[in-house]
């Protein structure tokens, strides 16, 4: 165990702290724009498909990834209550409740990509193989998928929040 972390990049443990930063920071209520819905599952997607394993299976990889997407995206939109999302005083944010459950997803995402770079630093042989590009395709788009299901169901509530406003000041 202590070998894996003496022949850890440092800048790995950079990106541990910023997403340790950010999980507990979701704790507290905060304001979601257009934009944040939208770049962070977008910069997640792009990273997750761009260090995919495409060697000899470049189709069960890919197919494992968009299966753990949907999957995913279903059990964000599931788990993400509604419960609490209200619009800030110019409905151009949404104020969402403070979660555990960002901090929760995002050392999953972490969890997954260090266990695959492990992998292939140590056991290049073995990351080539059917199970583990299906493992690693299927846990990589399950947990892209959380952040987006949570973005697509913050994103609908928003909609739906915004369409009573306009009503009701109609």
Known sequence: ?????????????????????????????????????????????????????????????????????????LAAIALFSRRGL??????????????????C????????KYFIGYQAAVHPERSASVQMLTLTGTASGFTVGLFCGRAITLYREWMALLALKNASAA
Not at 22 to 29: D, L, S, V
Not at 36 to 64: D, K
Not at 105 to 112: E, N, R, Y
Request: hydrophobic fraction near 50%; charge should be positive.
């Open 105 to 112: 997803i995002s050392l999953l995402f972490f969890a997954v």
């Open 1 to 73: 165990m202590l070998d894996i972390l003496q022949g850890t990049p440092l800048w790995v443990y950079g990106v541990f702290l910023l997403i340790c930063y950010y999980g507990f920071r979701a704790r507290t209520p905060s304001r979601e724009s257009k934009l944040s819905l939208l770049i962070t599952p977008g910069l997640l997607t792009l990273w997750s498909f761009f260090s995919l394993n495409y060697h000899e299976h470049a189709e069960l990889a890919l197919g494992s990834w968009v299966a753990g997407i949907a999957l995913g995206s």
């Open 86 to 103: 209200t619009l800030d005083s110019g409905g151009k944010g949404l104020i969402v409740p403070g979660t555990w459950k960002i901090l």
